[in-house]
């Protein structure tokens, strides 16, 4: 168990609906990331926040979004949802986001279905 | 911008041989590397990382990696393979100076232990 907590598990939705995806980073952690997991993608970075900030942004797509609230959890919303959205959507939480004893823990993922 | 290229997406060793699995990377910066662990219908579990120091790492479950900066190389090793080793193995490298990115990811290699 890495300390990193994600709801829900596994979650189905139609085409263009809205869903989101909350984690709850290991406490003391101020940054979270979140990552997509797809067969023809692989594993790719789409955002971090670091204390409520966005820090850096990776391949995220327009129609998804993301925050940070004050007590260090964070959603990722995605919108008007399309057939190769589904995937397995990642969060992890590190300390900081540099140094020496920087490392990412995951969480175990939800895995979204998109008919 | 930074890439990782493991080789060889299946690799398959007999129980009590040596696992090594090929990792390499492109980075502009000293980067930081990671080694992840998966296994099915579950998140990723860091089994070891370089930051700075010693080119030589120790990881968990007897796994270890050398760093390699002549040869942007982060190979993980194991002198003896155990049936539960079998998994999902992805090396990850991050920009460590700068800080503020995700984790870049290769696309894997599905290790098969062999009774």
């Known amino acids: 168990d890495s300390g990193v907590t994600q709801t829900p598990k596994h979650l189905i939705t139609a085409t263009g609906q809205r869903v989101t995806l909350r984690c709850s980073p290991r406490?003391?952690?101020?940054?979270v990331y979140w990552y997509q997991q797809s067969l023809d993608q692989g594993l790719q970075f789409l955002i971090q926040y670091y204390n409520g900030e966005e820090r850096a942004k990776g391949n995220i797509l327009e129609r998804f979004s993301a925050q940070q609230f004050p007590d260090l959890h964070s959603e990722l919303n995605l919108s008007s949802l399309e057939l190769g959205d589904s995937a397995l959507y990642f969060c992890?939480?590190?300390?900081?986001?540099?140094?020496?004893?920087?490392?990412?823990?995951f969480g175990p993922g939800t895995r979204l279905t998109v008919t | 911008a930074q890439s990782v290229t493991q080789l060889g997406s299946h690799v398959s060793v007999s129980e009590g041989a040596l696992v090594l699995l090929r990792c390499n990377y492109s980075s502009s910066v000293p980067p930081y590397l990671f080694w992840y662990v998966q296994y099915p219908n579950q998140g990723l579990q860091l089994l070891l990382k370089y930051t700075t120091g010693a080119t030589l790492v120790k990881g968990i479950n007897g796994f270890e990696a050398e760093f390699k900066k002549s040869e942007t190389s982060f190979h993980l090793t194991k002198p003896s393979a155990h049936m539960s080793d079998a998994a999902e193995y992805f090396c990850a490298v991050s920009d460590g100076t700068g800080g503020a990115d995700g984790l870049t990811f290769g696309k894997g290699t599905h290790l098969i232990i062999q009774p």
């Open positions: 406490s003391g952690d101020l940054s």
């Open positions: 992890a939480s590190s300390r900081g986001d540099r140094g020496p004893t920087y490392e990412q823990y």
